[in-house]
């Protein structure tokens, strides 16, 4: 018992330094558990926040790479889609050309046909405005007609068709020169003329008629009424008329209807030989006219005289003597035809 005492009491090295120090030497080694502790966390922390950094950064790399992939997807794809329609351009732009092409070349074809078509018109014009000098002398129809020739060729405006619109122009200048002659208006006075026939007066007509007898006074006496009536009856056996003019002749009343329509006839005579431009029959029938209204119509009365004046003024109208014709623009238009059937036949050989 005696050695197992000590044996409690002595302390051995291992016990010495895990039992706390006296009061005096725990607090400095407290101070250093916490120091290391707080570097500890500090360590810690440092790590977290750099590892989150780097994550977050990571993050950010991705993000912006796949946006970098998006914004180069869009941009190709809308390149893929900006050339799609650059193409579609092009084809539709190569197919425009074509066509104009073809159009062009449809109207290179078309443009002989053209103006084929115009000399072909002008030639029947021209041939009606002869037609018109040679039957009916009609000179203001046939400037008409060449005027639209004219006009018909200046808008085919080709260096060949010059010849042709110098010989127009030549026979334009020459029917110009001709007097105009209304001759409508000379037809519709002689139609007013033949109208007017029926309502002249004859030339016997204008003989003074016999004077009434006089009222016999109330209570004339019989013998003096006698008298009276024997001295009428003997004034009217002697009639005394005064006269500037030569004696009217007497035309019986069954011929006055044929003088009229003889008269009538000799007009219409007269307006036939005007509209064929016959100078010579159209004043002949005139001037015949004009003498019948004067020997047996009163020529003292106003339809008379106004039928006179309007006689005498158309026998004074100046007929053309001489009408002009276009036979220099007919062989003109022949030339120009000859020429395009020459260079036609010659075309395929070149």
Request: aromatic share 4%.
């Given at each position: 018992m005696d050695d197992a005492a000590p044996t409690r009491d002595r302390a051995t090295p291992a016990d010495v330094a895990g039992a706390p120090l006296p009061g005096p030497l725990a607090h400095p080694l407290s101070r250093g558990v916490a120091l290391a502790v707080a570097v500890a966390l500090a360590v810690a922390l440092a790590g977290v926040w750099l590892t989150a950094r780097e994550a977050q950064r990571e993050l950010r790399l991705e993000v912006a790479k796949r946006l970098t992939d998006a914004d180069t997807a869009l941009v190709q794809a809308k390149l893929r889609e900006t050339q799609a329609k650059l193409a579609l351009l092009e084809a539709r732009l190569a197919e425009s050309q074509t066509q104009q092409a073809s159009l062009e070349a449809l109207y290179r074809e078309l443009a002989p046909s053209r103006d084929e078509v115009a000399i072909n018109e002008v030639e029947q014009v021209l041939l009606l405005?002869?037609?018109?000098?040679?039957?009916?002398?009609?000179?203001?129809?046939?400037?008409?007609?060449?005027?639209?020739?004219?006009?018909?060729?200046?808008?085919?405006?080709?260096?060949?068709?010059?010849?042709?619109?110098?010989?127009?122009?030549?026979?334009?200048?020459?029917?110009?020169?001709?007097?105009?002659?209304?001759?409508?208006?000379?037809?519709?006075k002689l139609d007013q003329a033949i109208a007017a026939v029926?309502?002249?007066?004859?030339?016997?007509?204008?003989?003074?008629?016999?004077?009434?007898?006089?009222?016999?006074?109330?209570?004339?006496?019989?013998?003096?009424?006698?008298?009276?009536?024997?001295?009428?009856?003997?004034?009217?056996?002697?009639?005394?008329?005064?006269?500037?003019?030569?004696?009217?002749?007497?035309?019986?009343?069954?011929?006055?209807?044929?003088?009229?329509?003889?008269?009538?006839l000799r007009l219409l005579t007269a307006r036939v030989a005007l509209l064929s431009h016959d100078d010579a029959g159209f004043r002949s029938d005139v001037s015949a006219s004009s003498a019948w209204v004067k020997q047996y119509f009163d020529?003292?009365?106003?339809?008379?005289?106004?039928?006179?004046?309007?006689?005498?003024?158309?026998?004074?109208?100046?007929?053309?003597?001489?009408?002009?014709?276009?036979?220099?623009?007919?062989?003109a238009l022949r030339t120009v035809k000859a020429t395009r059937e020459r260079t036609t036949a010659a075309a395929p050989a070149r």
């Open positions: 405005a002869s037609q018109q000098l040679s039957i009916a002398n009609n000179v203001q129809a046939a400037l008409a007609a060449l005027q639209l020739a004219e006009a018909k060729l200046s808008r085919v405006d080709r260096p060949q068709l010059v010849p042709l619109r110098r010989a127009l122009a030549r026979d334009i200048d020459k029917l110009k020169s001709v007097p105009y002659v209304d001759v409508a208006g000379i037809a519709l029926d309502a002249l007066p004859l030339a016997r007509d204008e003989r003074l008629p016999a004077p009434a007898p006089p009222t016999p006074p109330a209570g004339e006496a019989p013998w003096s009424r006698f008298l009276r009536e024997a001295w009428t009856e003997l004034k009217s056996l002697v009639r005394v008329e005064v006269a500037d003019r030569p004696e009217a002749p007497l035309v019986p009343p069954p011929q006055a209807y044929f003088l009229r329509e003889n008269l009538r020529t003292r009365a106003k339809p008379v005289a106004a039928l006179l004046a309007t006689l005498t003024q158309l026998a004074a109208t100046p007929m053309p003597t001489e009408v002009p014709d276009v036979a220099a623009s007919l062989t």
